[in-house]
């Protein structure tokens, strides 16, 4: 995202947090980073990450990404919440999404259909298997990446039926607008519809 950003000439922020300097991958790269600001846990406590310090008043044209545990991720969007800024600028990504696919279907072990929109072909999503799977399995050319539900490539909207979200990168207003992450999300209703 730092290349692309830097490509286009965009205004960023990264705040980089980290026990201490040893345990931190990059540095050397982002030491001289005029967009980098550092907080180590073993440093001057002046400069230990203060989110509401750090993240400001909520600015309408900002998005915040943030990443890594899942409870360091809930710390900052927590505050961010309480200070007002907007859920749909807030996006998240776990270093892991443990459990996503461990969850039973809701209508059972059956799995569920889905059905493509622009074809009106049909597949079987059986238990065990993702919806981003059985695309691959039968040639569609479905983008995808991470597979954990926490990078939004693999998202597709869902024009019919009721998803059981278990993805861990969709907002909610993404969610009520319909979109879906096919490698971690599965089905609440016998059939889906994909945009696809
Ligand atoms: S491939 Fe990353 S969220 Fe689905």
Known sequence: MM??????????????????RTH???VPELTDNPHTTFHFGDEDPAQILDVARDLGEPQPDT????CGPAGFIDHVLGIAEAMGWPPQVLHKARFSNDGAAAQPDAGGSGGFTIRLASTGAEYAVPAGSSVLDILLENGID??????LGICGECVV????????????VLTADERAEGMFATCSSRALSPTLELEL
């Open 3 to 20: 290349h692309q950003l830097d490509a286009e000439r965009g205004d960023y922020t990264l705040h980089y947090c980290a026990r201490s």
């Open 24 to 26: 931190a991958a990059f």
């Open 63 to 66: 998005a915040v990404y943030v």
């Open 142 to 147: 479905a983008p995808h990446s991470c597979q």
């Open 157 to 168: 909207r869902v024009l019919a039926g009721d998803p059981d979200h278990r993805d861990d």
